[in-house]
């Protein structure tokens, strides 16, 4: 590998060598010019990691040579050295985006710290540029992020799939990106043009689950004003997402394989038959062959939604993913032209949490750390404990609690308490997508208190806390 070069910039012979002489001793390639005018001709040559230079010189100044590396597209570092008197000016060459300025005269050691900083400073700019290069590489296939084997292996899955008319199912751990794949299922098949029309059957009641899917006469019962168009009618030509289907109650999962046999059905209180051309893709986050074994799920429907499966891999297990996951939602959650960087020991931390909320924990973490980051870098100490500590400890299962040690000086034994239960309430809220109803059942309480507890600890999703 070259030695990292520098180009070292004053107008003063002694000053000029004896900078550019530590600076070789220290194992980097150094060129040095006169004066801004000569820097700025050599920089239309060559490009440096660093440029060292002083800020008052004949012809061109110190700034103009600012000036011209902000207009390259290079990630040069610049340092300012700066005499007695110009501390205005160097105040200024920070505002125009100097990387840090030394007084003359300069020490050596002060000099090696500055620069081993601005080169730190450099690889990191780059490292985040070749990351979102790449990410816009692996944002190919249908806006989903991924590079690692196991998700490539998914994408091959849904392009070989996606022609034929086949039922998908498609499983994996709440987070891992299903209602994406079942997407990607329909834009890449023979009906992309025909309607998409999901279902959460889980989220909506049972009772109104059935004129949902099927729609109603008109005076099939109380509430029934006039006929309504259900919503497997509604997918004819295209394709039905039956999400969360191993919550649909055992009364609609024969009227469902129904469906699947013949595709035909009657609208609630209707008695003539309508006939639909579908196409049906199934997802869920229950182990359904558990979910037969105990009787809670028809085993005929299992294995007419199984034709296809799908699985896709929880994120833990393409940890590859993470890094060009976190540049896609700085990007997304970036404000204004300056997107927010994680600096490398965060993102280390990053990559070895277990997430076990998957890419839904970490997108809702990524929305919370840009807003709190302030535009500029994320570190490992804006990061919570629990993905901060990560790296030797599994965080999921087990029921492993860390207790905080005890102060010296004591402390109020509610304050640690409130903490903690502000800690766990925010992470199953963000496991959920914070759907209340959800974060209350992994919390085992009922929803009303859970919504007292966010009201007393003042828990507001992030991005409301923004607006
Ligand atoms: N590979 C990915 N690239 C970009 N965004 C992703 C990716 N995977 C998931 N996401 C995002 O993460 C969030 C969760 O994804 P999605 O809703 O598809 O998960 P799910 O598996 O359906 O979860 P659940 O079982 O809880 O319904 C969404 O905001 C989605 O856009
Ligand atoms: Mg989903």
């Not at 903490?419 to 759907?435: C, G, M, V």
Request: net charge negative; glycine share 6%; charged share 30%.
């Amino acid at each position: 590998m070259p030695s990292e070069s520098i180009l070292v910039v004053d107008d003063t012979p002694e000053i000029r060598e004896n900078m550019a002489e530590i600076l070789s001793s220290d194992g980097f390639s150094v060129d040095v010019a006169r004066d801004g005018e000569e820097a700025i001709e050599i920089l239309a040559q060559r490009h440096y990691d660093v440029v060292l230079t002083d800020l008052s010189m004949p012809r061109r100044s110190g700034l103009d040579v600012l000036r011209v590396l902000n207009e390259q597209e290079e990630d040069t570092v610049c340092v300012v050295v700066t005499g007695f008197g110009t501390i205005q000016a160097a105040v200024e060459a920070m505002r125009l985006g100097a990387f840090d300025f030394l007084t003359k005269p300069v020490k050596s050691d002060e000099l090696s710290v500055v620069i081993e900083k601005a080169l730190e400073t450099r690889s990191l700019r780059r490292e985040n540029k070749t990351l979102r290069q790449e990410l816009r590489k692996a944002l190919g296939f249908d806006r989903i992020v991924g590079k690692s084997p196991a998700i490539q292996e998914v994408f091959h899955l849904v392009e070989k799939v996606a022609s034929a008319d086949s039922t998908v199912l498609i499983t994996g751990e709440s987070g891992t990106g299903k209602e994406l794949i079942a997407h990607a299922v329909h834009d890449h098949g023979k009906r992309k043009d025909r309607p998409f029309v999901p279902v959460n059957c889980a989220a909506i009641p049972a009772e109104l689950l059935e004129s949902e899917l099927f729609g109603h006469e008109k005076g099939a019962f109380t509430h029934a004003i006039r006929t309504r168009i259900g919503r497997f009618e509604l997918a004819d030509k295209g394709t039905i997402f039956l999400d969360e289907i191993g919550d649909m109650p055992p009364v609609l999962q024969v009227k469902l394989l129904r469906v699947l046999q013949e595709r035909a059905f009657e609208r609630v209180g209707g008695s003539k038959t309508i006939h639909i051309d579908i196409r049906v893709i199934a997802a869920t986050n229950v182990d359904l062959e558990e979910a037969v074994r105990q009787g809670r799920f028809r085993e005929d429907l299992f294995y007419r939604l199984n034709v296809i499966p799908i699985r896709v891999p929880p994120l833990r297990e393409r940890k590859a993913d993470i890094p060009l996951l976190i540049e896609h939602f700085l990007a997304k959650f970036s404000r204004g032209g300056r997107t927010v960087t994680v600096d490398d020991a965060a993102r280390r931390s990053l990559v070895a949490y277990d997430w076990p909320g998957n890419v839904r924990e970490l997108e809702n973490m990524m929305e919370r750390l840009v807003i709190l980051s302030n535009g500029s870098v994320v570190t490992r100490e804006d990061l919570p404990e629990r993905i901060r500590g990560a790296g030797g400890r599994s965080s999921s299962g087990g029921g492993v609690i860390e207790i905080p040690s005890l102060p010296e000086e004591g402390i109020p034994l509610h304050e640690v308490v409130n903490e903690f239960e502000k800690a766990i309430i925010i992470q199953a809220l963000d496991r959920t997508n914070w759907i209340k109803n959800r974060a209350a059942k992994l919390l085992q309480m009922n929803r009303t208190t859970l919504i007292e507890k966010m009201k007393k600890q003042q828990i507001i999703k992030a991005q409301e806390t923004a607006a």
